[in-house]
């Protein structure tokens, strides 16, 4: 089974995505996060946006590792991190339910058809506050330049790349509490007769 979870910059799609992993008996996590270009590559694209434009993912890479999963091979993932960008690769191996999470995961970037579609979304002002907190604790980041950032670049990348697919998704969720979402996408899977 293929789960495409998408959704507003920190709405809890990783939370939920590494949460849903737990709960079923043979899944896995791909995340968008891992599969952007270095900051070099990024800025010799010229991207606007930076890490806030679907331009910045490796797509050709995780098409190829979500094939390999899919055909039960394993695969080499790539290891990112938003302080040293790309470290290195894991490998993965398949499991039956594969979870895909990120910004994008609901535009046409992603070459196989999901077996069920997800779009999280929260009130701006809390996500702004938890974009905050998150980047100052895991990426080193002011708030000032946080927020600078929201206006500038996650925002209007929001406007322009992920809030146009939220029609795609199946299940709407409103960023209600962790545990909330994750029943909710795991009574789906169970409705499909996948856990």
Known sequence: MLIFIAGTSASGKTLVADELVKKLDSALKLSLDEYFFSKQEILKMNIEKKWDDPRAVDWALLNKNLQDLINKKPAQVPVYDFLNERTGFRKQEPAEIIIVEGLWTLGDWLKT???????????????????????????????????????????????????????????????????????????????????
């Open 113 to 195: 058809e999901p077996d069920l579609t997800v779009f999280i979304d929260a009130d701006p002002d809390k996500r702004l506050a938890r974009r905050v907190l998150r980047d100052m604790t895991e990426r080193g980041k002011t708030k000032q330049k946080v927020i600078s950032w929201w206006k500038k670049r996650i925002r209007p990348g929001e406007l322009e790349f992920v809030l146009p697919y939220k029609d795609r998704a199946e299940l709407l969720l409103h960023s209600q509490g962790i545990d909330t979402m994750v029943e909710a996408i795991y009574q789906k899977i169970q409705e499909l007769g996948k856990a």
